[in-house]
C-alpha cells in the first residue's frame, strides 16, 4: 500500500478501544522510536478516536473530509506527535470488529498537502480490499483463539493450594480447578455469575479489579491482599498466566492475556487468637490482643468501639500501636499476619481449621 501512493504509511494496528490501548501494531513509514511512543503514551490521547471510535464496522473513513487533524491541532497529541510526522496528518481507514476489546484498524496515511490527490484512490483501494481484510482478521482472530486454548494449565492448576483461576482482564474465567468450583458453589465469598469471577463485597471486588489490571498492564508482576469479607480472611494472589507464545512471532489477534487468581480462605467462622504466642511475639497488651481478635473476626473499628465500651478514636489509637508493634501498615496485612496465630478456626469449639474449599 505505502507503494501504491509515495510518501504514504500504511498500518495493522489491533485497538481495545475501551482503554484505549494497542495489543498488536505492524507499520510501515513511522520510526521506531515514535512508534514506542505512541504505543505506550499518545495512543491515549489520540483524537482521531472520537471519528474512529464511532465508525461503523467496515465503513471506509477519509480523514480531511471527516475530521480534518487540524480541528485539535491545539492538543498534546497533534504538538508533540503528530506535527512532527507530516506524512501521518491525513488519510483513509477502515474499521473490523472483532470484539469489544479487538478492534482493526487499516489505516492508509499521507501529507494534508496530497490530500486532494491521494484520498480518492486510497478510498476506493480500500472500498475493493476491505472483504479480503476481513477475512483475513477473522483468520487471524481463530488462530489467537486456538493459541489461547493452548495457554491453559491443566492438570498443574489442580495442585495449586486454594481456588486458582485463570481469568481475563474483564475477570471472565477461562479456566477453574475443583477448589474454586466448590467455592463458586459455597458463594460465601466467590461467585461466578455469567462465568465472571466475583467477590462478596464492593471493596473487596474492586480491589481484586484492581489488583487483576495491574498485573495485566505489567505494572507489578505479582500482588497479594488480604480481604476481610464477613467473618472470612481471605489472602488473594494474582500473577500474569504463564504465555508459552511469548516467544514467537507477533499476531494480529494475539491471545488473550490471562491472571492466575489464587484465593486461599485463612479463617472462616470465629477465630480465637493464641493470645500468649502473640504477646510473646510482639509484646502486645491484653486489650491489644482482644482488639486483634476482634478485627480478625471482621469487626469494624465502630463495632470494636461498642464491645470495647471505648471511643473510636481510641481504638485508632490502639490500632496504631499495634500496628507499629507488629510492624504492620495496614489493616488487611495485619490480619494476614494474625492469622498465623490462630487457635480455633471454623465454627465454636471447632478444633480444626476450617478446610480451604474442600
Not at 34 to 46: F, G, I, K, Q, T
Not at 169 to 195: I, M, P, Q, W, Y
Not at 217 to 230: D, L, Q
Not at 234 to 245: L, R
Request: proline share 5%; charged share 20%; hydrophobic share 40%.
Amino acid at each position: 500500500m505505502a507503494k501504491i501512493l509515495p510518501g504514504s504509511a500504511a498500518s495493522i494496528v489491533n485497538y481495545d478501544l475501551t482503554r484505549p490501548s494497542v495489543s498488536a501494531i505492524f507499520t510501515t513509514g513511522v520510526e521506531p522510536e515514535y512508534l514506542d511512543s505512541y504505543v505506550s503514551y499518545y495512543v491515549e490521547r489520540n483524537p482521531w478516536f472520537d471519528y474512529w471510535g464511532n465508525l461503523p464496522s467496515g465503513k471506509v473513513g477519509v480523514t480531511e473530509r471527516d475530521y480534518p487533524s487540524r480541528t485539535f491541532s491545539d492538543t498534546e497529541f497533534y504538538c508533540d506527535w503528530l506535527s512532527r510526522q507530516p506524512h501521518l496528518q491525513a488519510g483513509a481507514g477502515v474499521r473490523i470488529d472483532l470484539d469489544p476489546r479487538k478492534t482493526i484498524f487499516i489505516a492508509w496515511n499521507y501529507e494534508v498537502a496530497s490530500a486532494f490527490g491521494y484520498d480518492a484512490p486510497a478510498a476506493a483501494i480500500l472500498e475493493g480490499t476491505r472483504t479480503a481484510f476481513r477475512e483475513a482478521v477473522q483468520a487471524a482472530h481463530i488462530l489467537g483463539e486456538r493459541l489461547e486454548g493452548r495457554s491453559r494449565l491443566g492438570h498443574l492448576i489442580e495442585h495449586i493450594d486454594g481456588a486458582a483461576m485463570l481469568v481475563t482482564r474483564d475477570r471472565c474465567v477461562r479456566e477453574a480447578n475443583v477448589r474454586a468450583t466448590k467455592a463458586f458453589a459455597e458463594g460465601s465469598v466467590l461467585t461466578c455469575a455469567e462465568n465472571r469471577l466475583g467477590v462478596r463485597g464492593c471493596q473487596p471486588q474492586k480491589r481484586l479489579d484492581d489488583m487483576i489490571q495491574r498485573v495485566l498492564n505489567g505494572v507489578i508482576p505479582e500482588e497479594t491482599e488480604t480481604f476481610i469479607i464477613g467473618q472470612h480472611v481471605i489472602s488473594a494472589v494474582v500473577t500474569a498466566a504463564p504465555n508459552p507464545h511469548a516467544s514467537e512471532a507477533s499476531l494480529l489477534v494475539p491471545p488473550v492475556p490471562l491472571a492466575l487468581v489464587v484465593m486461599k480462605r485463612l479463617a472462616g467462622g470465629a477465630v480465637a487468637l493464641d493470645d500468649a504466642s502473640l504477646r510473646a511475639a510482639y509484646g502486645l497488651s491484653a486489650g491489644e490482643c482482644r482488639l486483634c481478635g476482634l478485627l480478625l473476626n471482621g469487626y469494624s473499628i465502630a463495632e470494636a468501639s461498642t464491645m470495647l465500651g471505648v471511643t473510636e478514636g481510641t481504638v485508632r489509637q490502639r490500632v496504631k500501636a499495634i500496628f507499629q508493634k507488629t510492624g504492620t501498615h495496614r489493616q488487611g496485612e495485619l490480619i494476614a499476619r494474625l492469622a498465623g496465630f490462630t487457635t480455633t478456626v471454623g465454627g465454636l469449639g471447632s478444633e480444626n481449621p476450617t478446610p480451604i474449599w474442600e
